[in-house]
C-alpha cells in the first residue's frame, strides 16, 4: 500500500516563509502533487513534481527527491489567505495513477 | 470554479438508508474520481472510473458502489449507511487515464450527514 506523513499543524508569521515536509511509501511511484483546501471547501491543485528538483509557481515552489522519497512545500511572503490545509498526494500503481493524499497540514498564518 | 458539478450539496439521512451522489466532471474530462473526507481527516481514494470503465478502487466500501455513465456523468450510490458514513464526499475530474499535468479537478463536495 501506500503511505505519506506530513506535520499535522504549522503555524507561520504573515510574510514569513513556511516549508511542510511530506515523506512517503509506496511501489510504482509516479509523482508527488500538493493541493490546497479551505475549511470546508475544494480541494485545489498546487502543483505537481514527476522529476527531482524545485518547481516555481509564484509564491509557491514544490521539491521532489524520488531517492529520499522525500518532498515539500515552500510558501513564500505568507497571506493570511493562506491559512488553510495543505495535502501531498501522491500518484502510483501500475497503470491505475492512484491518487493517494497524506492527511494534511493545518497551515494557521498570524500576524 | 473548477467545472466539476456535484449534487445534491447537503443531505440528511437515516441509518439504514440509502442514497446516491451525482457528479459530472468538467466538460471533455474523461476520468472521474471519488474520495471521501471524514471530519479533520485527509481524502480517501474511493474509486476511479475513465470513460464509462473502472479503472483502480481504493478503500471503498461494499456497501457503496460507484459508475460512470455514456455521458460522463458518475454516481455514488451508498446503502445501509452507518453513522460513521457521514462525510464530505468529493468527486474530481482530470480529462486522461494518466497523470498528464498530475492535476485534478474537485467539485465543491456532498456533505452527508447521517442521523
Known amino acids: 500500500g501506500q503511505s505519506l506523513e506530513q506535520p499535522s499543524e504549522v503555524t507561520a508569521v504573515e510574510g514569513a516563509i513556511v516549508q511542510i515536509n511530506c515523506t512517503y511509501q509506496?511501489?510504482?511511484?509516479?509523482?508527488l502533487s500538493w493541493y490546497q483546501q479551505h475549511d470546508g471547501g475544494a480541494p485545489t491543485f498546487l502543483s505537481y513534481n514527476a522529476l527531482d528538483g524545485l518547481e516555481e509557481t509564484g509564491r509557491f515552489s514544490s521539491f521532489l527527491s524520488r531517492s529520499d522519497s522525500y518532498g515539500y512545500l515552500l510558501l513564500q511572503e505568507l497571506q493570511m489567505k493562506d491559512s488553510a490545509s495543505y495535502f501531498c498526494a501522491i500518484y502510483s500503481g501500475a497503470g491505475s495513477y492512484q491518487l493517494t493524499f497524506g492527511k494534511g497540514t493545518k497551515l494557521s498564518v498570524i500576524p | 470554479d473548477s467545472g466539476v458539478t456535484q449534487t445534491p450539496k447537503h443531505l440528511i439521512t437515516a441509518t439504514g438508508q440509502r442514497v446516491t451522489l451525482r457528479c459530472s466532471p468538467r466538460s471533455g474530462d474523461l476520468s472521474v474520481y471519488w474520495y471521501q473526507q471524514s471530519l479533520d481527516q485527509g481524502l480517501q481514494f474511493l474509486i476511479q472510473?475513465?470513460?464509462?470503465?473502472?479503472?483502480a478502487k481504493g478503500n471503498i466500501l461494499e456497501r457503496f458502489s460507484a459508475q460512470q455513465f455514456p455521458d460522463l456523468h458518475s454516481e455514488l450510490n451508498l446503502s445501509s449507511l452507518e453513522l460513521g458514513d457521514s462525510a464530505l464526499y468529493f468527486c474530481?475530474?482530470?480529462?486522461?487515464?494518466?497523470?498528464?499535468?498530475?492535476?485534478?479537478?474537485f467539485g465543491e463536495g456532498s456533505r452527508l450527514t447521517v442521523l
Open positions: 509506496t511501489s510504482g511511484f509516479y509523482g
Open positions: 472510473y475513465y470513460n464509462g470503465e473502472e479503472r
Open positions: 474530481a475530474s482530470s480529462p486522461l487515464n494518466g497523470i498528464g499535468t498530475g492535476e485534478l479537478f
